[in-house]
């Protein structure tokens, strides 16, 4: 058990840390990275191992957020058409409503921004949750399949679904839904599987192998052309 004195001693160094931050950073890009840490980049900081590189870092597809805002349109034009109109006895039913409203759909937007599937070097893993967090890994050597879902109406915004099969089909990330560019996500995945496979690529380098056109042996010369008559 930590004595008082202990308490009170990390407490004065937390607070001298953030006192060097914000000296160091400022107050507004502290906050704002603040912020951008409850929206899921933290969660991504917090699985990633000394050394690991980061291949690519997926979010849903823009077109998920229109639900959240669509409510929070509609909380809004409660707030301003409706809310002001309200008698003074059912005020407070009319402000709960309101306030459920965006509040609601600021959880909505919360948890789609915080389920994220990262592409690392050696493992695919995704992250989501607000209140309950939850935690799924694979490495990219146990993908054995992958299926690209591109849906007619979902291909009006470049979104589609990518589905990884491998030996164990229970897993928390056989599918992810709504994302940007599943095509381009696949590709990545299969490129690194083979570099760690040994059949092609650079390990260090997320670009594709160049193309390179087989020599021709030996003991099959090239064929004489045609014989032209030079001009004197």
């Known amino acids: 058990m930590r004595t008082p004195r202990e308490v009170l001693g990390g407490i004065t160094d937390r607070s001298v840390r953030w006192l060097d931050r914000i000296a160091e950073d400022g107050l507004g890009r502290l906050v704002w990275w603040r912020a951008k840490g409850w929206f899921g980049h933290r969660m991504v900081a917090r699985k990633l191992v000394p050394g690991e590189r980061v291949i690519a870092e997926v979010q849903h597809s823009n077109v998920i ?3 959240p805002v669509l409510l929070g349109l509609l909380g809004l034009f409660l707030a301003v058409r409706w809310l002001p109109f309200v008698s003074a006895d059912s005020a407070w039913f009319a402000i709960a409503i309101v306030v459920g409203i965006l ?3 600021f959880y909505r937007a919360l948890l789609i921004s915080r389920d994220r599937f990262v592409i690392t070097d050696s493992r695919v893993f995704r992250v989501w949750g607000v209140f309950t967090l939850n935690e799924a890994e694979m490495e990219i050597v146990r993908v054995l ?3 690209v879902v591109r849906p007619w109406y979902l291909r009006l915004f470049g979104a589609g679904h990518v589905i990884l099969e491998n030996a164990a089909q229970e897993q928390g990330l056989r599918d ?3 994302v940007p560019d599943p095509q381009t996500i696949a590709l990545a995945i299969h490129r690194r599987r083979r570099q760690m496979m040994g059949l092609g690529g650079d390990a260090d380098s997320d670009n594709p192998p160049p ?3 087989p020599r021709r042996r030996a003991d099959h010369p090239r064929r004489p052309g045609p ?3 030079r001009r004197r």
């Open 65 to 67: 957020y229109i639900v």
């Open 103 to 105: 509040l609601y759909a």
């Open 145 to 147: 399949d992958i299926t």
């Open 176 to 178: 992810i839904h709504l």
């Open 211 to 213: 193309v390179t056109r």
């Open 227 to 229: 014989i032209t008559a």
